[in-house]
């Protein structure tokens, strides 16, 4: 299984002073993937800056102007949960064409699966506001732009970060050509991903939300994936897999309070990229996230970045019937949630 890492050490320029979303939650992964000899197993992908039209494809003109005029001022605190530096603007560009970067070279058939290790991440940007250290939505602006010139129409978006992914939900709500999963701790920021959120219009069924309680475990996540993410993705057939792959449920994150380990990602990715061996070739791209404690995240990627250098389509097997041994408390949040979405999807 051919994987690309996508990283650019100008991915560390961007500074937020005293905001958890550091440098070092990237740098760091970077250098314990290379001390586990993992930069010689994956494809060096180098990032292109996304150009001001590619974010466009998600974001208006006058609220790109203002990141970049926030930048060109030196950065400073843009919002009470967003700061930047002079580098911002740059490093967004960087950290969203990362992504696209990966998708050519998974489009190409150079690899079939990639690692995006960029920041600032994305997944709480709204089209017009920055949210939660995020600027431009990474993983929403890839999936646009592989609408757009590749002509994809069912894009599955899975969202694993420990808070709900509220930017990717605002701009794919009333849409079908993306499926929106995404599993996070009920009540924290932003306080969205209400289960009962379905989507509208032709997008209702296509957005589906989990709201797990606090201190969710690997079973837990592993027990959602098989009863909800799996049958629903063999249904929707998806041609291409993103993921946004915070690291901030891991039982050591300082913000987080869920208890994910770093080979519990290891197995969530297993489960991904098995969707995507079925569907499309194993086309997946994990995207950064979330995830403030460095070596937390450091562990999680590795156990990631394994997982897919491991990874052998020829050995694809049907999702696995055996339920992970979740928590009562789990189990009657996945029961809520299959009733909501039984109307769109009846085997649930
Ligand atoms: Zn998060």
């Known amino acids: 299984m051919k994987t690309g890492l996508v990283y650019d050490p100008a991915y560390l320029n961007h500074d937020t002073g005293r905001f958890p979303e550091k440098a070092d939650r990237v740098s760091y992964s970077y250098s314990v993937l290379a001390d586990a000899g993992m930069l010689e197993r994956?494809?060096?992908i180098k990032p292109r800056p996304a150009t001001v039209e590619e974010i466009g494809l998600v974001h208006q003109q006058e609220y790109i102007d203002r990141i970049r005029d926030f930048s060109d001022h030196g950065g400073g605190v843009l919002a009470y949960d967003s700061a930047g530096s002079g580098a911002t603007f740059d490093t967004a560009l960087l950290s969203a064409g990362g992504v696209l970067t990966a998708l050519d070279a998974v489009m190409d058939k150079k690899i079939e699966t990639a690692f995006a290790l960029v920041r600032p991440p994305g997944h709480h940007a709204l089209p017009g506001k920055s949210m939660g250290f995020c600027f431009f939505n990474n993983v929403a602006i890839c999936a646009r732009y592989a609408a757009k010139k590749y002509g994809l129409?069912?894009?599955l978006i899975v969202d694993w970060d420990e808070h709900h992914?509220?930017?990717i939900e605002d701009v794919f709500y009333a849409e079908d050509s993306v499926l929106y999963f995404s599993v996070h701790r009920y009540g924290s920021?932003?306080?969205?991903?209400?289960a009962r959120l379905v989507g509208e219009?032709?997008?209702?069924?296509y957005n589906i939300n989990v709201p797990l309680p606090r201190k969710s475990n690997d079973d837990d996540y592993e027990y959602v994936f098989q009863r909800i993410l799996l049958p629903v993705a063999d249904a929707y057939k998806p041609e291409l897999v993103l993921v946004a792959a915070g690291m901030d449920a891991h039982v050591r994150d300082p913000i987080g309070q869920m208890k994910?380990?770093?080979s519990g990602y290891g197995r969530l990715a297993a489960a991904v990229v098995e969707i995507a061996g079925r569907h499309c070739d194993g086309s997946t791209i994990f995207v950064l996230e979330g995830g403030y404690n460095a070596r937390a995240v450091a562990e999680s990627v590795l156990a990631v970045v394994n997982t897919l250098v491991d990874w052998d389509i020829k050995k694809v097997c049907p999702a696995s019937q055996d339920p992970a041994p979740a928590r009562r408390a789990v189990r009657k949040v996945v029961d809520g949630v299959k009733q909501v979405h039984r109307r769109f999807w009846p085997f649930l």
């Not at 920021?189 to 209400?194: N, V």
């Not at 219009?201 to 069924?205: A, H, L, N």
């Open 42 to 44: 994956v494809v060096d």
């Open 153 to 155: 129409d069912r894009i």
């Open 165 to 167: 992914g509220n930017g």
């Open 189 to 194: 920021f932003p306080d969205t991903g209400s």
């Open 201 to 205: 219009g032709r997008g209702e069924g």
């Open 260 to 262: 994910m380990s770093g």
